[in-house]
């Protein structure tokens, strides 16, 4: 049974930063292809970055140049790093982690984060 856990949400300052990790726990699987999505209250779902070990490095237009998705070297844990935090960015995150051969696909749980004074 493969696990994904989040961790690293929190309440922030507008202007501060946060990074938020995504895991694979207990288990030997190994990810391809992550994605991190968020949803604010009454909103969509948003892709916020996405990554793979076979293609470009992508973003959403409101968080090019302020947030930063990577992964470790073994491919068990994502992160994004986000920077010059903005209220608009309050939202519940998540990660998605998969592969497409074959065709696997895992969800964290979701972690909150709040930009707020």
């Known amino acids: 049974q493969v696990q994904i856990v989040e961790s690293g949400g929190g309440l922030v300052q507008p202007g501060g930063s946060l990074r938020l990790s995504c895991t694979v726990s207990e288990s030997d699987f190994r990810f391809t292809h992550a994605t991190w999505y968020r949803r604010s209250p009454g909103m969509q779902r948003e892709l916020v970055a996405s990554?793979?070990?076979?293609?470009?490095?992508k973003y959403s237009e409101s968080v090019k140049g302020r947030f930063t998705i990577s992964t470790d070297n073994d491919k068990t844990t994502l992160y994004l790093q986000m920077n010059s935090l903005k209220p608009e960015d309050t939202a519940v995150y998540s990660c998605?982690?998969?592969?497409?051969?074959?065709?696997?696909?895992?969800w964290g749980q979701g972690t909150q984060v709040t930009v707020s004074s």
């Open positions: 990554t793979s070990i076979d293609g470009p490095t």
């Open positions: 998605n982690l998969g592969t497409l051969w074959p065709l696997r696909s895992y």
